[in-house]
Nanobody
Framework: QVQLVESGGGLVQPGGSLSLSCAAS????????MRWFREAPGKQREFVAH???????NYADSVKGRFTISRDNAKNMIYMQMNDLKSEDTAVYFC?????????????WGQGTEVTVSS
């Protein structure tokens, strides 16, 4: 099993910044793709950003130019710097990772960290 633990959420004013982190641990050969998703109140969980194991990066259109995803493979951690936050960024942010375990790729989720953007 792989455990994903997010941290860094909180309350911030519109236009402010927050940095999220996600640490992966457990019995795995390697972590492949890592992603951030978010789930706003009353809405479906949506993709935010992706960081492949070889460095490929992709963002949802709604966060391009404001959010930056980065990764530390040695520490099995992923980060997301969120700038110019808007009220519509309010959501629970989830870390997601594909891990290689005994030759099989499995997907895991963290418990989420809450981000509230409000004045």
């Amino acid at each position: 099993q792989v455990q994903l633990v997010e941290s860094g959420g909180g309350l911030v004013q519109p236009g402010g910044s927050l940095s999220l982190s996600c640490a992966a641990s457990g019995n795995m050969s390697s972590i492949l793709t890592m992603r951030w998703f978010r789930e706003a109140p009353g809405k479906q969980r949506e993709f935010v950003a992706h960081h492949g194991s070889r460095g490929s990066i992709n963002y949802a259109d709604s966060v391009k130019g404001r959010f930056t995803i980065s990764r530390d493979n040695a520490k099995n951690m992923i980060y997301m710097q969120m700038n110019d936050l808007k009220s519509e960024d309010t959501a629970v942010y989830f870390c997601n990772a594909d891990a290689l375990i005994s030759g099989t790729t499995r997907t895991f989720w963290g418990q989420g960290t809450e981000v509230t953007v409000s004045s």
